[in-house]
């Protein structure tokens, strides 16, 4: 399974962008798919998830309504639309797919990373 980042850049606050993830490969191993960033200085946190098709989702607290996760699968494709973005959006955002188990915020129980596309908001 190979994930490969794009969308990322940079934007003035109250912008938006929206990241794509294009996944190679398929099987249990990529059921859930979830973007996380890591801010400058701070730990990687999760953003959000889909699963089912894509008829699942789930978010952080601090999306407030603002990001859309969604999925594509004729193109095998999981996108983040970015609404109102904020200075502290600024981060390396990564795209992870794991099976469907396991709290979808942790890390840990994905199998598989992108390399990042940065998203910087000023």
């Known amino acids: 399974v190979q994930l490969v980042e794009s969308g990322g850049g940079s934007v003035q606050a109250g912008g938006s962008l929206r990241l794509s993830c294009v996944v190679s490969?398929?099987?249990?191993?990529?059921?859930?798919m979830a973007w996380f960033r890591q801010p400058p200085g701070k730990e990687r946190e999760e953003v959000a998830t889909?699963?089912?098709?894509?008829?699942?989702?789930y978010y952080a607290s601090f999306v407030k309504g603002r990001f859309t996760i969604s999925q594509d699968n004729t193109t095998k494709t999981v996108y983040l639309q970015m609404n109102s973005l904020e200075l502290q959006d600024t981060a390396l955002y990564y795209c992870?797919?794991?099976?469907?188990?396991?709290?979808?915020?942790?890390?840990?129980?994905?199998?598989?990373w992108g390399q990042g596309t940065q998203v910087t908001v000023s």
């Open positions: 490969g398929s099987g249990p191993n990529t059921a859930r």
């Open positions: 889909v699963f089912r098709g894509g008829s699942s989702t």
């Open positions: 992870a797919a794991g099976p469907l188990f396991g709290s979808w915020y942790r890390a840990s129980n994905y199998n598989y």
